[in-house]
């Protein structure tokens, strides 16, 4: 019995390390090597494009609000101070204070407004993602990978696909955010 152990463990252990050890040659190696490379300079590619992309956000959203001066800005320590010499001075029967202090809540509720109002702007130009797609493209096409500087419109004129095509036949929700490296199936392309 404790032979037959033996001689099943010992086969299984023999198993074991000869699959553990099998040789590759130094052109597998190379090859896996470069693989490797290949993959990682797509991810820093990738990586790239995205620190592009939020820089561009950046700015943008740097644009939206560099119409706004400091001065528009009213804080909620200042709308209290107005409110509370409001107050103060409707107990007291003060009509001249109490109309300056009417007047200066108005005018910190209209920056506030207008603050809210450019804010809301800033939004609103913020284009909306695709969300349904169309099966009415070519089915036949060939696979384009995506190069640095590329955009839907420079791959669209490299293959001749149209870039409604291009965005239906890849499901592209949001056609800024190609990435270099990314394989797109161009439909009818060339």
């Known amino acids: 019995m404790w032979k037959a152990i033996l001689c099943g463990a010992g086969a299984s252990l023999a198993a074991a390390f000869s699959f553990a050890q099998v040789p590759t040659s130094p052109a597998v190696e190379l090859a896996n090597l470069r ?6 300079s797509q991810r820093l590619g990738e990586l790239g494009l995205r620190v592009e992309e939020l820089e561009r ?13 400091q001065s528009s800005y009213v804080t909620v320590a ?3 101070a107005a409110t509370a010499e409001l ?16 007047a200066q809540v108005k ?3 209209r920056q506030t407004n207008a603050a809210i109002d450019s804010l809301a ?9 695709q969300t349904s797609f169309t099966e ?11 190069q640095k500087g ?30 270099v490296g990314q394989t797109l199936f161009i439909p009818g392309g060339k």
């Open 35 to 40: 693989e490797d490379v290949r993959l990682l």
């Open 87 to 102: 107050e103060r001075a409707i107990k007291t029967g003060d009509a001249a204070t109490a109309e300056r202090a009417a």
């Open 78 to 80: 200042q709308l209290n």
């Open 107 to 109: 005018e910190l509720g």
């Open 150 to 179: 590329d955009s839907l419109a420079v791959i669209s004129r490299k293959t001749g696909a149209s870039v409604r095509d291009i965005i239906n036949a890849n499901k592209i929700s949001d056609p800024s955010k190609i990435q």
């Open 57 to 69: 956000e950046n700015e943008a959203l740097k644009k939206s609000i560099s119409g706004l001066n």
């Open 121 to 129: 702007k800033g939004f609103a130009t913020r284009p909306t993602a």
């Open 136 to 146: 009415d493209y070519p089915k036949e096409g060939v696979s384009y990978t995506v």
